[in-house]
């Protein structure tokens, strides 16, 4: 059966992402895996050391290439249309796999905004990977002190409950696809996977 590459009016089972789309899937994927990763470990190292200032470092870099990213995959898709469902999926089943991917669409844009957003309320620089000076949100230019922590504090609470909601739904989307994999056997997988 021939394999149909990509997007503009795929049909059938076999349609598959184009190379843009996998690429954008991955980076973002990969990103976002490895923020998590720094997220949940880099209090352990105590917020002044330099092991936990590194990895802080190093988690707004990684995120704010991940908005990037994420800012290209959108415009992506709104110029490709969402590939159809495989055959035979139930309705509940269809509405949970766009629901999923609408909110993952939701969340890799306003998680790391919500990150920048904070982090634009510390005195500190926002420099990306030490090569240049990330620009910061101008709200809060004259604040007074205890004002800018508030709201600074207010955006953390927002970036990490969000932050968790991204982790619920990873595990959801990964389990969907072992079950398409393993149990459905349909071959959704190597529609995003470029050497299936
Ligand atoms: C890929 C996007 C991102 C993901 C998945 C992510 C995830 C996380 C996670 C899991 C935590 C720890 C949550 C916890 O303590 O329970 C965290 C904390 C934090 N993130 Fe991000 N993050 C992202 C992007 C960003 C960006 C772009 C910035 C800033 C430029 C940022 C700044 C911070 C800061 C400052 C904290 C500590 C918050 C606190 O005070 O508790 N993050 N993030």
Redesign the pocket.
């Given at each position: 059966m021939t394999t149909i590459s990509l997007g503009r009016a795929p049909q059938g089972a076999q349609a598959r992402y184009d190379a843009v789309a996998m690429t954008l899937h991955w980076l973002i994927a990969a990103?976002?895996l490895l923020?998590?990763a720094?997220?949940?470990t880099?209090?352990d190292f105590g917020h002044g050391s330099p092991i936990g200032l590194a990895f802080?470092a190093l988690?707004?870099s990684?995120?704010?290439t991940?908005?990037a990213v994420s800012a290209l995959r959108v415009l992506w898709r709104l110029i490709n249309p969402f590939l159809p469902p495989p055959p035979g999926l139930s309705a509940p089943l269809r509405l949970a796999a766009r629901t999923t991917h609408v909110l993952f669409y939701v969340l890799?844009i306003a998680?790391?905004?919500?990150?920048?957003l904070?982090?634009s309320g510390?005195p500190a620089p926002?420099s990306w990977f030490g090569l240049f000076d990330?620009p910061k949100f101008w709200f809060y230019d004259g604040m007074a002190p205890p004002d800018r922590h508030h709201l600074a504090?207010n955006f953390?609470r927002v970036?990490?409950t969000l932050?968790?909601v991204?982790?619920g739904l990873i595990a959801l989307h990964v389990l969907a696809a072992l079950y398409h994999q393993f149990i459905r056997r349909d071959r959704l997988l190597a529609r995003m996977i470029p050497w299936l």
């Open positions: 990103g976002i923020n998590i720094l997220g949940l880099m209090s802080l988690h707004k990684v995120g704010l991940v908005l890799i998680t790391p905004l919500a990150g920048w904070l982090s510390a926002l990330w504090e953390a970036h990490v932050a968790w991204m982790i």
